[in-house]
């Protein structure tokens, strides 16, 4: 069965009227495996806080409204509490992540399937380390070695054989390790989990004083729902879970039940209600993944980038763009792809793992593979591909070509229709295409193949000899049928 790491109880605990709220629990929240049983029935040991809408604005930021407020809201809480000098150096984490992710119906391991280019977990580890937690410890299922070889020398690996629940989990980390400290547990399949949040419940706990501090979201239908953030003391913590039992339908020892002792309880609402989703199948997956693109985007955005259309343009974690760039729709851009300052990129253009350098262009409909990289002020046009070529300032591309495996030179031009044949069949093979060519429009370069400075190929020639520089060759095979004496810079 597999082990639920988000489930939360389905009961109501009572609240003091003044505070408004109510916190739902019970057996039917929707998780992995049969929900959790209720921790205060009676609502006796849980503590609200007096605030639940987070610190105040920073000095000079007027609030704003919608996304706009909640996004400045984010940053004015991270910024705040990470300047903090009473924040607890001892704050351990504990990613739960040995699920075996069954509704994915996927061999490969939940928490390494990707979202926005980055495995699942790494959102996760990413929003931890931000908060400042120096000491990472991941539970992992023995089955999923993949898992423990992607987080080598990132955090410490602990695995759960046959796996029976959350508390289960947290009984295979050394008590060590838990004891006298703060203890953060979140989950692996929560990856739109924010460092803002993190750092919101650690300091509630912190202030607090409570044993244990949990986070909750508003939702449709149910006042107050589990995010599956906690932050225990480790010491009592240790104490309650040896007091755990699998008295229950599904037979797991459930983390919620430490709340039947371990009182009192502090609850923080949250202020964004999407931090709550865990990824339990490819539905869910869809959705985060949407989530995680607009964040991107509105901080590209924000950093003075123009996206055009949002909803159709999808963008990796590692992509970064320079100010004042257009992102025109239908744009792809995956793995380690750096855009300069200045550029249009775009509508329907797929880069990937590819430099473009500042005040540069590229489509529509044009596709840059990795190891591309292109210079500043170059034009790539329509219908054009690219893969592991450099391309020098000034250079143009204009449409329907192919270069694979090129250095082209700077003030170059590509006539359309342009091929470098750079595979014989056994080998890839390199063109060399010097400053200031000119090749003529359904020209074939036979690679490997060097055509020299200011060198020009008549319309439909097959080359394949180099071409001195300055000279014009043309026909099939292409033959030189004029040379020009060229200096060393070109002229």
């Known amino acids: 069965m597999e082990t639920s790491y988000s489930a939360w109880p389905t009961s109501t605990i009572a609240i003091p009227v003044s505070c408004r709220l109510q916190v739902a629990l019970g057996s039917t929240t929707p998780g992995i495996g049969l929900g959790e049983p209720p921790f205060a029935p009676t609502g006796e040991g ?36 990470h300047n903090r000098a009473e924040l607890n150096p001892s704050l351990n984490a504990v990613i739960l992540a040995a ?8 061999r490969v391991p939940k928490v390494l399937h990707p979202i926005c280019g980055r495995p699942m977990i790494d959102w996760v580890l990413a929003a931890v380390n931000e908060a400042g937690v120096k000491h990472v410890t ?24 046959n796996p029976r629940g959350t508390a289960h989990a947290l009984l295979q980390i050394p008590q060590g390790e838990l004891r006298g400290r703060h203890v953060l547990v979140v989950n692996g399949d929560a990856p739109l989990l924010t460092a803002a949040s993190i750092l919101k419940v650690h300091h509630a706990n912190q202030e607090s004083g409570v044993p244990a501090t949990i986070a909750s979201v508003e939702r449709a239908h149910v ?23 699998d008295d229950n339908k599904a037979g797991e020892f459930y983390l919620t039940d430490v709340f039947l002792h371990l009182k009192p309880v502090e609850v923080v609402k949250l202020d964004d209600p999407e931090e709550a989703m865990g990824v339990k199948d490819r539905v869910r997956l869809a959705k985060a993944s949407d989530v995680l693109r607009r964040r991107l985007l509105e901080k590209c955005m924000l ?40 550029c249009h990129i775009g509508p329907h253009v797929h880069i990937e793992d590819a430099r473009i350098g500042d005040r540069s262009d590229c489509g529509p409909f044009a596709k840059l593979r990795p190891g591309t990289e292109i210079a500043e002020d170059v034009h790539i046009g329509s219908f054009t591909e690219l893969v592991r070529t450099k391309v020098a300032r000034g250079s143009k591309v204009p449409h329907v070509s192919y270069l694979g495996d090129t250095d082209l030179g700077a003030d170059a031009n590509i006539g359309a229709g342009t091929i470098t044949a750079n595979f014989d069949g ?24 060097k055509l ?19 000279a014009t060759a043309v026909g099939v095979p292409a033959r030189v049928v004029r040379r020009k004496r060229t200096t060393n810079d070109g002229e």
């Open 303 to 342: 950093g003075g980038v123009t996206i055009v259309d949002p909803a159709t343009t999808f963008i990796d974690a590692s992509v970064t763009i320079g100010e004042d760039t257009v992102i025109e729709p239908f744009t792809v851009l995956k793995g380690e792809t750096h855009i300069g300052a200045e």
């Open 452 to 470: 020299g400075k200011g060198s020009r190929t008549g319309a439909g020639s097959v080359v394949t000899k180099d071409i001195p520089d300055g």
């Open 426 to 449: 056994t080998n890839k093979n390199r063109t060399e295409i010097g400053d200031g060519a000119f090749v003529g429009v359904d020209t074939m370069l036979v690679a490997p193949v």
């Open 46 to 81: 849980v503590v609200w806080r007096g605030s639940l809408a987070g610190p105040p604005f920073a000095d000079g930021e007027t609030p704003a409204n919608g996304e706009a407020a909640h996004a400045l809201a984010a940053r004015s809480t991270t910024a705040s509490w």
């Open 223 to 245: 006042h107050e729902f589990n995010v599956g953030i906690y932050c225990f003391d480790g010491s009592r913590l240790v104490e309650e879970l040896e007091k755990i039992t």
């Open 138 to 161: 991941v539970v992992a299922n023995p089955h999923h070695a993949d898992v423990a070889a992607h987080l080598e020398g990132r955090a410490e690996i602990v695995y759960q054989r």
């Open 99 to 106: 699920g075996l992710g069954t509704r994915m119906r996927s």
